[in-house]
């Protein structure tokens, strides 16, 4: 990965002077992303700093996609972005609320259903931790009370 396009990029999307234009970066910076700052060398602990900078950075971008998505009423993309977003940072619970409700809105609880179960194994078998009383909430007013 190219990290200095890469922080070029992020840096051009903070400064455009509208949302298309930021767009256009946004998906530059997205698409030079290629994982996380030398994965492979997961115990160099000299460049945790960056591979965590870079990873957030990488995050921000997604969320900025989503958002501009989101105000489009894009949903299908909104979608594909949270299942990026999703991709590298497993545990967003955020994310799975969002996919939960776009699901529902296009009437497809099946897919709300495959998402709550897909978060509920990421937390609870592989975190060990219950899911939050936010998630249940929306999950139940999503499925269970329609």
Known sequence: MDLEEFDKECRLAREASDADEAFIHLLRAES??????????????????????????????????????????DYSRVIESCNRYLQADPYAEDMYQRLMRYYAGQGNNAMVKKIYERYSEAICRELKCPLSKETELIYRELVLER
């Open 32 to 73: 030079l992303y290629q994982g996380d700052f030398l994965e492979e060398d997961v115990f160099e602990f000299w460049c945790a700093e960056d591979r965590a900078r870079i990873k957030a950075l990488y995050l921000s971008v997604l969320a900025s996609i989503i958002e501009y998505h989101e105000c489009r009423k």
